[in-house]
């Protein structure tokens, strides 16, 4: 299957967002999809998400995060990544869900790193290792990042 739907869901496992997806590569532990923002301009600090940019979206099932190359619609070039702290995504035939915990890393196309939404993250109803876990992955994050290792 070469689409997919996606499920945003929030930390309780209820649906925040759907979008549809083109599968770009499977791999048995993650899955590649491309896909085009559907929503007006959203502003989270250090740059503005706009209608019709490119999103090449990696998801694993094994990690507690997903990464989002952001790709400028009127440009064409990379703005940089947006990664996700989540519990590890499900991943089937024709839909991917995952748990979003709130906390977010945007990685600038120059490696420059802002952690974003630490208190909602703050706020959730998480278990002392889910925290721990989460913890972990946004210092994984930030390292990949500033080793200018993230996906593309």
């Not at 491309?34 to 099932?61: C, H, N």
Request: aromatic share 12%; with cysteine.
């Amino acid at each position: 299957m070469n689409r997919v739907t996606v499920y945003k869901l929030d930390e309780q496992g209820r649906e925040v967002w759907q979008y549809p997806a083109r599968v770009l590569e499977r791999r048995e532990d993650s899955i590649r999809l491309e896909a085009y923002f559907d929503r007006g301009e959203v502003d989270i600090g250090p740059v503005v998400l706009e209608w019709g940019d490119r999103f090449v979206e990696t998801f694993y099932s094994q990690r507690w995060y997903n990464v989002f190359a952001v790709y400028g619609r009127a440009t064409g070039k990379l703005k940089g990544w947006y990664c996700n702290v989540s519990r590890p995504a499900e991943i089937a035939d024709d839909t991917v869900r995952c748990d979003d915990l709130a906390l977010d890393v945007w990685v600038s196309a120059r490696g420059e790193t802002t952690t974003l939404d630490e208190d909602e993250f703050g706020a959730l109803s998480l278990s002392p290792r889910e925290r721990e876990l989460s913890r972990a992955a946004l210092s994984h994050i930030v390292s990949l990042g500033q080793k200018a290792q993230l996906p593309t």
